[in-house]
C-alpha cells in the first residue's frame, strides 16, 4: 500500500495531540479544577492523572524509532543521531529561552545542564537536586529522552537478534517490572514503590516503558502481533479501556496497567493499517495537523502560559486563563510549521553529509 494512501505515522502522529492535550488540562487547570470539590469523581480522576500522557510518549516514541529504523540502523548510526538532535533540541531550547524572563539564575554550572538535557540524569535520592537548574518544568522528560535516544540502537541490535521465544520472555519480565514497580508514575521521591529506587536515575526507571515500546515494535515489523489485533473492534474496544482506566480512580497503582494498555493500543492501531473508522479519523490532515504540532504543545506549556499572563493579567486575569489553551495550540502549530520543521530540515540537510563521513 502506498505512503499517499496510508502512512502508519500519521495515525500514530494524531495520537500524539490527545496525550499532549491531556498533560496540557493536567498542568493548567486540572488541580484548581479538582480543588473546587465541584467536579464529578470520574472528571476528578480524568484531571489528576494527566500525567500519563507521559508514559504514552515514551512507549510510542520506542515503537515508531524501531517502525522506522529496525533493519536499517547499522551503517547510519551518525544520521540517526543526527536527526534526533533536529527532533527535539531546536524546540526545546527555545522553550528554555523563552523562560529567561520568568526565572532566577543560578550561579555556576547549574543553569547549564539543562541545555545539554542532562539535568533528570542525577538520582533523586542521595543528590541535591537543588543544584540543577528546570527551567521549562516539562524539560525533564526530554533529558530522559536523550538517554532513551542513546540507547537505542543497542536495544534494538540485541532485539534483533532474539527470537520470538526469547522477545516473548523479555516482553513477559517488561510487564512484570512495569507493573509491580509502578515506574510509569514516579516523578519525584514522594511516590516510589521502594526507597531504594530513588538512588536510581530517572532514566533508568523510565525505561522499562520506552524498551516496551521498541519491542512491541519489533513484533510488529516481524508480523507476529495476533490477528485478534486486526478485529475490526479492537481499537474501539482498547480506546475505550483506555478511558475507563484513566476514569476509574486517582491511585498511582492506575499508572501501570494505563501504560500496559497504551502500547496494546499502539500496536492495534498500526495492524488497522487505516481500515477502520478511527483510523481514517485520525488521518484526517486536521487532525495529523495537531499531532505535528503537539511536541510544541508539550513542551511550551510554561513559557507560553508565562507569557499569556504577562501580557493579558493586567487586562483580566479571567480572559488570560480562558485565553491559554487556545493560544497555546495555535502558537504551536504556528511555530511548528515556521520554526520547528524548518530548523529540522536546515540542521539535517547542513549536516547530514558530515554525519555520514563521520559514520
Known sequence: MSARKYSLIDELTSLRFFAAFHVLLFHSGGPALVSTGKLPWFAENFFRNGYLGVSFFFILSGFILTHV????????????????????????????????????????????????????????????LGNFSNWNMQAWTLSVELFFYLTFPFILWRFEALGSRALSAVLAVLVLVIAVTRLSEIRDPSNLVHPALGYIPMPLLKLPE???????????????????????????????????????????????????????LIVVIAQDQGEGVIGRWLRKPWMILLGQASFCIYILQLPVNMIVKALLDPVSPLLARFAYIPAMIVFSIILYRYFEEPMREWIRDRFAPRAASAA
Open 69 to 128: 529504523y529496525y533493519g536499517r540502523l547499522r551503517g547510519g548510526v551518525a544520521s540517526y543521531g543526527l536527526a534526533r538532535f533536529a527532533r527535539i533540541y531546536p524546540v526545546t531550547c527555545l522553550s528554555m529561552l523563552l523562560m529567561i524572563p520568568f526565572v532566577e539564575r543560578q550561579p555556576g554550572m547549574a543553569d547549564y545542564w539543562q541545555f545539554m538535557l542532562l539535568h533528570l540524569w542525577p538520582p533523586m535520592q542521595g543528590h541535591n
Open 210 to 264: 520506552f524498551t516496551y515500546g521498541v519491542l512491541l515494535g519489533v513484533f510488529h515489523r516481524r508480523g507476529t502481533v495476533p490477528a485478534i489485533a486486526r478485529h475490526p473492534l479492537a481499537v474501539p474496544i482498547l480506546l475505550a479501556l483506555c478511558l475507563a482506566i484513566i476514569l476509574s480512580t486517582r491511585s498511582y497503582w492506575v499508572a501501570p496497567p494505563a501504560a500496559l494498555v497504551f502500547g496494546l
